[in-house]
């Protein structure tokens, strides 16, 4: 079964200071896509940033950027620049499931320090 | 534009008892999931929907639930009866594809407790 793997399931960081976060996951595919989603206490599921796996340039989005090593199945998430407003869980996302459908890793929970 | 609206936003309800949870996905949006979400087991598929039809049903946990989407823009996930243990965050999700090149946009949930 393909699998994802979120080994950290807490972690902190100080405001304005980086932080990163890693997944792992397993494939026997070459041409795929990978995400990172947020969700706050709000308990919304929101986009953070996608990855293709074609592409080897690594995706950004303002402070948000991820560190894809293909051949590791590898997919960190580090954000810059750290905000109160990051203190979240973050799931990273693989579409293994037999129907394209996404898999999910259980989770790392990010706290940010004043 | 209107993100996937899930309704309602909590349901307290006893054991037993016939619920039903609902789901507007995006408009133009072909694909539709249902998910749950707990502590022990995190976010799992339940079903999922493609152009109106249910493509995979594998998670659905019981014959005591069960989903269907009438047309392109609703989506019903019933349990009926109840249990304590279906308590969770019941969450649906809309893309354009199938395939998970696209990506989800998620509802904001449910928040389902069975007494």
């Known amino acids: 079964a393909q699998t994802v793997t979120q080994s950290q399931p807490e972690m902190s960081v100080q405001e304005a200071e980086t932080v990163t976060l890693s997944c792992t996951y397993d494939?026997?595919?070459?041409?795929?896509?990978l995400f990172w989603y947020k969700q706050p206490p709000s308990r919304q599921m929101i986009l953070v940033i996608r990855?293709?796996?074609?592409?080897?340039q690594n995706a950004t989005e303002n402070r948000f950027s991820v560190n894809f090593q293909k051949a590791a199945k590898s997919f960190s998430l580090k954000i810059s620049d750290s905000q109160l407003g990051d203190a979240a869980m973050y799931f990273c996302?693989?579409?293994?499931?037999?129907?394209?459908?996404?898999?999910f890793g259980k989770g790392t929970k990010l706290s940010v320090k004043p | 534009d209107a993100g996937v609206i899930q309704s309602p936003r909590h349901e307290v309800t006893e054991m037993g008892q016939e619920v039903t949870l609902r789901c507007k996905p995006i408009?133009?949006?072909?694909?539709l999931f249902w998910y749950r979400q707990t502590m022990m087991r995190g976010l799992e598929l339940l079903i999922y929907?493609?152009?109106?039809?249910?493509?995979?049903d594998s998670g659905m946990p019981e014959d005591r639930f069960s989903a269907k989407m009438p047309n392109a823009s609703f989506s019903t996930l019933k349990i009926q009866p109840s249990e304590p243990r279906d308590s969770a965050v019941y969450f649906c999700?809309?893309?354009?594809?199938?395939?998970?090149?696209?990506?989800?946009?998620f509802g904001d949930g449910t928040r389902l407790s069975i007494l």
């Open positions: 999700a809309s893309s354009w594809g199938g395939r998970g090149n696209q990506p989800q946009h």
């Open positions: 494939t026997s595919e070459s041409d795929y896509y």
């Open positions: 990855q293709e796996a074609y592409k080897q």
């Open positions: 996302a693989y579409p293994g499931g037999s129907q394209g459908n996404l898999i």
């Open positions: 408009s133009g949006h072909n694909s």
């Open positions: 929907f493609n152009n109106n039809v249910p493509i995979d």
